[in-house]
């Protein structure tokens, strides 16, 4: 039976992910319906993507029986307002990321997730890659020796998109590209909580971060330095330096398609589009799909690529780091 999905957003980055989705055999993935703020979007997106019933409201997404998971690709600022309309109806969630505007907020949904008996995970895309994978698995054999630095750079000129620099809309540099960063290091060291951690950044005018750096400190004199910025490209890599040798993560660290032992390179290329993309490499958005296939059928409730408490230990470093840097939304103070 195929994993039949409903789409919740007619943006880009659902566009992307029904591209990415054309890309695995339809036996094992169905797109059944999408949902949009507006009827003439979700018909319009239908239209493009050959999905069979396209809705103008999401009540009406839920009042569909025959969907199995919710792709929610809207904007942050919804998401916990739409995922937990979602959850309380009983309906497996994929989130995109990030997750919601702060810890409050992500816990709100896990606990829903929980309550309802319902599959949730935040999509943090980078986790379901091939390269992420190996990396994991040349950390668990110690190609590297011990882990004492890692050190991730994401940057990109940004400063020209409403979305990316409006408060009100969510935006600065950490909550936009920079979780990519923090995920990262999280991923080296196993979703250890950091023992220290230090923010620094410089805000727009609207409020939010131009650009920002956060070093973790964690056990064993081991760190991390991640860097972003929405002001100018960075090399948009993620190194990983042990005792024995370094672990490269080449441009895009985010999607990625090329590893580097060593100075030794693998390539793990992606299947071409059928449509044009929005954004860079998105084909791999199939990678997090097929992970949420495989957790379906074995009746699991969460990834352990990307678990819950992975979530809340990411958007609760990136809180005490807008709290440091002083990047404050209006949902901090509800």
């Known amino acids: 039976m195929a994993t039949r999905w409903g789409i919740c957003g007619a ?11 054309k ?9 059944v319906a999408v949902a949009a703020r507006s009827l003439e979007s979700a018909k319009k997106f239908a239209k493009t993507h050959g999905i069979p019933d396209a809705y103008g409201s999401y009540q009406e997404l839920i009042k569909n029986g025959n969907i199995d998971v919710v792709y929610i690709g809207i904007v942050h600022t919804h998401h916990l307002q739409v995922g937990l309309l979602f959850l309380n109806a009983g309906k497996n969630v994929l989130c995109e990321k990030p997750f919601a505007m702060n810890l409050r907020e992500v816990k709100q949904l896990v606990s829903a ?16 890659f091939p390269v992420y994978a190996e990396v ?22 940004l400063l020209d998109r409403t979305r990316t620099t409006q408060r009100d809309q969510g935006g600065g540099a950490l ?4 979780i ?16 220290s951690i230090h923010a620094t950044g410089v805000l727009l005018s609207s409020g939010v971060d131009e650009s920002m750096v956060v070093v ?3 056990s064993g004199n081991r760190m991390a330095s991640c860097t972003c910025t929405l002001s100018c490209l960075l090399p948009n890599d993620a190194t990983i330096c042990g005792t024995k040798g370094t672990i490269r993560v080449a441009n895009p660290m985010h999607c990625p398609t090329t ?6 390179k693998s390539e793990f290329p992606l299947p071409e589009p059928v449509l044009p993309l929005n954004f860079e490499n998105s084909t791999g958005l199939r990678y997090e799909a097929e992970e949420v296939r495989r957790c379906l059928l074995k009746g699991l409730k969460e990834s352990v690529k990307m678990s819950l408490t992975d979530s809340e230990l990411l958007i609760g470093i990136m809180d005490e780091a807008r709290r440091q840097v002083g990047v404050v939304y209006e949902q901090d103070s509800q």
């Open 23 to 31: 890309t695995l055999p339809p036996q094992d993935h169905q797109i």
């Open 175 to 178: 909550m936009d590209i920079g």
């Open 180 to 195: 990519y960063c923090l995920q990262f290091a999280l991923m080296v060291f196993k979703g250890e909580k950091p023992q």
């Open 113 to 128: 997730a929980r309550e309802n008996n319902v599959f949730l995970m935040e999509a943090v895309w980078s986790r379901c």
């Open 136 to 157: 994991g698995r040349l950390l668990s054999e110690n190609t590297i020796g011990e882990v004492k630095m890692v050190q991730v750079y994401f940057g990109l000129p």
């Open 259 to 264: 590893l580097e032992v060593n100075g030794m």
């Open 11 to 21: 943006g880009n980055i659902s566009h992307d992910f029904c591209v990415a989705l």
């Open 216 to 218: 973790l400190k964690f």
